[in-house]
């Protein structure tokens, strides 16, 4: 059991039910009464972060997340299928862990996969950007540019996302993967 005085950045903890880890944290010791603990938690399946104050007395259970690197293969039926590429052992996981950001997934990307001691799978880490090509999008129309908006566009993975109106069917952009937007067209 780790206690309010264990808490640091990065540690993994069972809170509700549910594993969180401690995003940031501040120690408070009022003039009266007793120390507590300011903290930022973001539970780790669902990436919701919520604010949390911890009293002295209050104890919880420390969990070890182990992260290893994994390469995406291809999806089967409701799993993806990953490929640890020292030993090329497969292994399937629940694509649901992924949740509306498995449209960013190419094969062979590589993904760093989250899992507890005891081998269950907690979450599926993309890379910061991916690069896609673009299947489908409205034809670019002169004085389109004038406008700072911008075009629907869908990817080759079936992503829908905003691009400028340069952005033409073939084209490669790169993407950020924690909101989904585009960045820029990638060479």
Do not use: W
Request: charged share 30%; hydrophobic share 35%.
């Amino acid at each position: 059991m780790a206690t309010m005085a264990d808490i640091r950045n990065g540690m993994v903890i069972e809170f509700k039910d549910d594993l969180y880890e401690v995003i940031e944290f501040l120690h408070v010791k009022p003039g009266k009464g007793p120390a507590f603990l300011r903290s930022k938690l973001k539970n780790i399946r669902t990436g919701r972060v919520l604010e949390n104050t911890f009293r002295e007395s209050d104890t919880f259970n420390e969990v070890r997340i182990e992260r290893t690197k994994k390469e995406y293969l291809y999806r089967d039926g409701d799993f993806l299928v990953l490929m640890d590429s020292d030993n090329y052992e497969q292994m399937h996981i629940e694509a649901s862990l992924l949740g509306d950001k498995e449209n960013l997934l190419t094969e062979n990307m590589e993904v760093i996969v989250s899992a507890t001691p005891d081998g269950k799978v907690v979450g599926i880490e993309l890379p910061t950007t991916v690069v896609q090509t673009i299947a489908e999008c409205e034809p670019n129309l002169k004085g389109n540019t004038a406008s700072g908006s911008g075009k629907v566009a869908y990817t080759e993975t079936g992503l829908r996302l905003m691009v400028p109106f340069f952005v033409e069917p073939g084209d490669k952009i790169k993407i950020d993967t924690r909101t989904g937007e585009y960045i820029e067209r990638a060479n």
